[in-house]
């Protein structure tokens, strides 16, 4: 079945790094535009970032653009998430989807929380 395992959350200070990772599997991979969607506390789901099925086409959220960067290694099924000067306001729980528009199967999320 369609599985997609997100990983790599975790607490870092404000100005930091992190990579939070989602495995996928059960799917062609490859054939697939893949997207990041957070909800910070409190609040609605955001999307954050999508690539297109080769990799070569990425897109922002203006909130993160400069600072985020989405890669997918369809060799491995996984996709990435490199978030650089993180802010409080990144505080989240970070969600892999499949696909772009419609989104039709999602993972379980990965906290990441920025704090001092």
């Known amino acids: 079945q369609v599985q997609l395992v997100e990983s790599g959350g975790g607490l870092v200070q404000p100005g930091g790094s992190l990579r939070v990772s989602c495995a996928n599997s059960?799917?062609?991979?490859?054939?697939?535009?893949m997207t990041w969607v957070r909800q910070a506390p409190g609040k609605g789901l955001e999307w954050v970032s999508e690539?297109?099925?080769?990799?070569?086409?990425?897109y922002y959220a203006d909130s993160v653009k400069g600072r985020f960067t989405i890669s997918r290694d369809n060799a491995k099924n996984t996709l990435y998430l490199q978030m650089n000067s993180l802010k409080p306001e990144d505080t989240a729980v970070y969600f892999c989807?499949?696909?772009?528009?419609?989104?039709?199967?999602w993972g379980q999320g990965t906290q990441v929380t920025i704090s001092s």
């Open positions: 989807a499949r696909g772009a528009g419609p989104r039709d199967y």
């Open positions: 690539i297109k099925m080769g990799g070569g086409n990425t």
């Open positions: 059960g799917f062609t991979f490859s054939s697939y535009d």
